[in-house]
């Protein structure tokens, strides 16, 4: 009985199913950051990720399941382990990180060509805007060749997980898609 109730509360408003979410990208993007700036609200100080984090949270009526996946060179190949059932990808980007870009592309574009993921949307942080020296977030686009990008939606904002620059908008981007997609 109470399931039934909770069901209905839920239809009401509007929360109707878990939707999972990745969040993916190189160490040191600032992927752990974002998540728990989503949960919280606020930095929280953080170390990196060896395996995962996940957490459930409540934004815009969608009950997320979001993953954070460690982004280190040897943890990368586990990534498709995570695949399934994923509504949507964030892949933050460290704009600062100029020499990782080509790596960053490249693993985007790996993880793309998954035929798991072949209808998950794509949110991409062109991250860490408030550093000096920070790639704008169309030149992060170019550098990851998001243009070739034909068969999918996507986005790129600039953000600063530190600050909560583009966070919000980027996410209610992600979220507008997820439920586009799922009224079709």
């Known amino acids: 009985m109470g399931n039934y109730f909770s069901s209905m509360f839920d239809r009401l408003w509007g929360i109707n199913k878990d939707v999972r979410i990745l969040i993916l990208g190189l160490d040191g993007a600032g992927k752990t950051t974002i998540l728990y700036r989503l949960q919280v609200g606020e930095v929280i100080s ?3 990720t060896i395996g995962f984090n996940v957490e459930t949270l409540t934004y815009k009526n969608l009950k997320l399941n979001v993953w954070d996946l460690g982004g280190q060179t040897s943890i990368r190949p586990y990534w498709r382990c995570y ?5 949507a990808v964030i892949f933050v980007v460290d704009s600062t990180d100029k020499d990782r870009m080509n790596t960053a592309s490249k693993e985007l574009h790996m993880m793309l060509k998954e035929e798991e993921l072949q209808d998950s949307a794509l949110l991409v942080f062109a991250n860490k805007q408030d550093l000096p020296g920070a790639l704008t977030a169309s030149e992060v686009s170019e550098q990851l060749q998001l243009t070739d990008l034909k068969d999918r939606s996507w986005s790129i904002v600039a953000s600063s997980a530190k600050n909560g620059e583009g966070i919000n908008e980027g996410l209610d981007w ?3 898609v997820i439920q586009d997609e799922q009224m079709n």
């Open 174 to 176: 992600l979220i507008d």
């Open 83 to 87: 695949y399934s059932n994923t509504a």
């Open 46 to 48: 953080t170390k990196p």
